[in-house]
């Protein structure tokens, strides 16, 4: 069984800054693809920021400039630098992973922007 488990949430004024972290347990080889999406009330959950299998990068044009996704493959974790937030990036921030053809989700962390 594989478990993801999200921290870092919390509250942020604009312009601020946060970093979330996710790190993947359990009994695993490899991970494929590892990486952040997002869910606002009443919207559908959308990607942030991942890895793809061949190590790039890919970022929501929302978040382009703003955020950096990172990884630390020995610690099986991945991480996202959020800089400059703005209002609209209020929502719960969800932590994806693909191992061989299974697909794990995070259970969430709130980031709330708000002055």
């Known amino acids: 069984q594989v478990q993801l488990m999200e921290s870092g949430g919390g509250l942020v004024q604009p312009g601020g800054s946060l970093r979330l972290s996710c790190v993947a347990s359990?009994?695993?080889?490899?991970?494929?693809?590892m990486g952040w999406y997002r869910q606002a009330p009443g919207m559908q959950r959308e990607l942030v920021a991942t890895f793809t299998s061949s190590g790039s990068t890919n970022y929501a044009d929302s978040v382009k400039g703003r955020f950096t996704i990172s990884r630390d493959n020995a610690k099986n974790t991945v991480y996202l630098q959020m800089n400059s937030v703005k209002l609209e990036d209020t929502a719960v921030y969800y932590c994806?992973?693909?191992?061989?053809?299974?697909?794990?989700w995070g259970q969430g962390t709130q980031v709330t922007v708000s002055s």
């Open positions: 359990g009994k695993f080889f490899s991970i494929n693809t």
């Open positions: 994806r992973a693909r191992i061989t053809t299974s697909v794990y």
